[in-house]
């Protein structure tokens, strides 16, 4: 039972910003490449944004380069996602998701090769 919980997702006007957290089990977190997904109604879900294990490479879709940030609290065992200048095409639900490796800088971008997903937070971007 690997548990994955994403929260802070809500309504916002666009242009605006939002912070979206990844609290994982820390076994999961400790040994598991993580990223962000999205998913808009009738669309296939796709990537957003990835870290390696040790947070030190990150990756981004092009749709949101250079608008979202994507760390990682291993402390906290949390994986964060900052958006901003947020537009309507955003509008989605925003899964986390979780790959154990072995390497500590790695990650994937295909959402079937990630083994463990949180529950999904919507976001909505109005016009």
């Known amino acids: 039972q690997v548990q994955l919980v994403e929260t802070g997702g809500g309504l916002v006007q666009a242009g605006g910003s939002l912070r979206l957290s990844c609290t994982a089990s820390e076994h999961t977190f400790s040994s598991s490449a993580m990223a962000w997904f999205r998913q808009a109604p009738g669309k296939e879900r796709e990537f957003v944004a990835a870290?390696?294990?040790?947070?030190?490479?990150?990756g981004y879709a092009d749709s949101v380069k250079g608008r979202f940030t994507v760390s990682r609290d291993n402390a906290k065992n949390t994986l964060y996602l900052q958006m901003n200048s947020l537009k309507p095409e955003d509008t989605a639900v925003y899964y986390c998701?979780?790959?154990?490796?072995?390497?500590?800088?790695?990650?994937?971008?295909?959402?079937?090769?990630?083994?463990?997903w949180g529950q999904g937070t919507q976001v909505t971007v109005s016009s």
């Open positions: 870290a390696s294990r040790s947070g030190s490479n990150t």
């Open positions: 998701a979780a790959v154990p490796l072995l390497l500590t800088s790695g990650y994937h971008t295909r959402p079937n090769l990630y083994r463990y």
